[in-house]
């Protein structure tokens, strides 16, 4: 066993609140800053946004196949975080910040930004979640560690949710412009403070092979083709995530333009991911007394029923929403840890099956799909919401509103129950893969 110590997992789960920060922040606010703010179509804002998603989505596998070639006396992950995060943080501050172009020179300028933005989170983001599995191999732990990086990673969602709009309107003042340019500044000087603070605190383990014997692609495709628990993974958190995204990405202009509660965004967004924060540690308690297939189950029959309130009750008073949405945030605080904590564990299964261990690059395929499907819904929510009439700062039609509503209850319904599906299939249990770890050992001191 490799018991770890409370400075490391909490010096490795810190991180994850500058992660969030940006993530969070394109997530819930890239799509309203490029309508309301620069004023382009939502298809174009779509579309743009999807650009950007789909590079981050060719990179990330490059960049896991690199970091996990890299030797240095930092580590092979750990430099890249380091080096990474400046960068990061000013291409986000350049990201908020509304030019003064119009017409293609505009679009041109955003597409090119979003693509700098995205590779330096990538540069840094798939380095950082590679860290898990090199950080120990003992299942158990990996959900403490993992649950202390979900807790940090929902604290800087709640941070970005709640503190985003009365930083955009404090600093702006009544300008959204200039106080998204702030709100840039802030997020991303705080993020360079707390990676450096990661990479001080955690310690890699020593790679018990040389790059020269590091698999190749082709070994790499094998094993994991051959990793079928990976595979359900893989499946029920893509689904989630691009069918979720409908709901996520959509609750600002239903709070806004539906209800008329845009001066509570902030409360809004608060109690959405603040309820996913403090639902954290009862996932991870639950993970681990009876298993992390048995609580993805419930928590996605607890999302399915939040999704079909939302859908069906006629929400009109600003309590009624915060209810539902703590609700909603309680279920879906177990999606993150659950899946960082069972990501890894496929890591030992396919190399108990293949003899072929892959950490970064299975981390980048895992990250090229999901940025690749959330890709593609963002592309398809600016068309919906193209479709259905949404024009951003004006007065939406009924049956516009009504179709929004529908659009961030159905989908996510549809994605909920699927997940619930795959992961009935899934084989890993903390006994087996105490097995899997066994075997493994056994068979590398054979080898030696």
Known sequence: MNSLTNKIRIGYGIGDYAI?????????????FYTDVVGITPQMAGLIYAIGIAWDAITDPFMGYMAERTRTKMGSYRPYIYYGSIP?????VVLLWVPPFEG????????????IHRTCFTIVSVPYSSLTARITDDSDERTKLTTARMLAASFGTFSISALAFPIVLYFGGGEEALGFVYLG????????????ITVYFVEERSFEFTKAELPNFSKVFKSVSNNYPFWIVFSAILILISTYLMFNNNLIYFSKYALGFHEYQGLILGVLSGTNLLAIPIWAFLAIKIGKKNTWMTSMAFLFVGFLIFYFYPISELNELLYILGFIGFANGATGVLFWSMLPDTI??????????????????????????????????????????????KEQTAQTLSD??????????????????????????????????????????QDA
Not at 88 to 92: E, P
């Open 404 to 445: 929004l509503k529908s659009l961030m209850s159905i989908i996510p319904l549809i994605g909920v129950f699927i997940s619930f599906v795959l992961v009935y299939f899934y084989p890993i249990d903390k006994k087996f893969h105490q097995k899997l770890i066994d075997e493994i050992r056994v068979r590398k001191t």
């Open 20 to 32: 969030c920060l940006y993530w969070s922040g394109v997530s819930l606010y890239l799509l309203y």
């Open 185 to 196: 500044l802030i997020a991303g000087l705080v993020a360079v403070i707390i990676l450096s």
């Open 104 to 115: 293609m020179l505009l679009l041109s300028f955003l597409i090119v930004v979003n693509l």
């Open 88 to 92: 990061l943080a000013l291409s986000f």
């Open 348 to 393: 030992e299964y396919g190399e108990w099956r293949t003899g072929i261990r892959t950490e970064s690059s299975l981390y980048g395929f895992m990250t090229f799909a999901q940025k690749g499907a959330i890709a593609i819904a963002i592309a398809i929510l600016g068309t919906v919401l193209t479709k259905i009439g949404f024009e951003p700062n």
